[in-house]
């Protein structure tokens, strides 16, 4: 059984338009991440919730938005997406903010 | 700021060989440590981590680490390689105070590279 799950592992698409990638944990965790590994694999946090509540948001462009409609799942939407958003972004969970965290298989974006 | 150094990009080693991927921290207050595998196109996995006691962290897959604080340090050790060790290995930091967030910095990565 998948812990960390994303969809899609694939996404191209053009300058400008908007897309979402979803992520779903079945480990009942009660914190979500979304990290960005850029294309010299430097991974960087983006945003973090415990329990449906924001509690990271570094300095992220607010075309990036995060949603958690639960606490299974935390979805990325972007606007407006730029060459520079061309990236892997993994999802991952954890217990507690302080435990270990489980990372999904990654998302790699590829913006045209 | 927090900041992780990880010295070597890339480490070639052959089979059965031991190797030592080094990694520096920029805190000099207590911090919790970790380092995490990235196999080809898959996400990453916990090999051990440093919260406090024992300096010495055995992880999983024969890995260990130390903790050294006078050298904010916390290198990564194995006596004898595998191929299937060939991966991508990322030392992580949890800043002080950031227990109840749990923000990760990560450093740059180094590669593995076993050969038979």
């Known amino acids: 059984d998948t812990a960390v799950s994303q969809t ?5 698409t053009q300058m400008g338009n908007d897309k979402s990638i979803k992520c779903e944990q ?4 009660d914190t979500m991440y979304w990290y960005k590994q850029d294309s010299k694999k430097f991974l960087k946090i983006m945003f ?12 992220v462009p607010n075309r990036f938005s995060p949603k958690s409609p639960d606490k299974a799942h935390l979805n990325l939407h972007i606007n407006s997406l730029e060459l520079g958003d061309s990236a892997v972004y993994f999802c991952a969970s954890s217990h507690r903010p302080e435990d270990e965290q489980f990372f999904g298989p990654g998302t790699r974006l590829t913006v045209l | 700021a927090q900041s992780v150094t990880q010295l070597d990009s890339q480490v070639p080693v052959f089979e059965e060989a031991p190797v030592e991927l080094r990694c520096n921290y920029s805190s000099s207050v207590s911090v919790y440590l970790f380092w995490y595998v990235q196999y080809p196109n898959q996400g990453l996995q916990l090999l051990l981590k440093y919260l ?6 055995k992880g999983i897959n024969g890995f260990e680490a130390e903790f050294n604080k006078s050298q904010t340090s916390f290198h990564l050790r194995k006596p004898s390689v595998h191929i299937s060790d060939t991966a991508e290995y990322f030392c992580a930091v949890s800043p002080p105070g950031s ?8 450093g740059q990565g180094t590669t593995l590279q076993v050969k038979p």
């Not at chain 2, 406090?52 to 962290?57: A, F, R």
């Open chain 1, 8 to 12: 899609p592992k694939y996404l191209v």
């Open chain 1, 26 to 29: 079945n480990l009942g965790h």
């Open chain 1, 48 to 59: 973090s919730y415990n329990n449906k509540e924001l509690i990271i948001n570094e300095t």
């Open chain 2, 52 to 57: 406090s006691g024992s300096t010495l962290v």
């Open chain 2, 99 to 106: 227990g109840n967030t749990g923000k990760l910095i990560f």
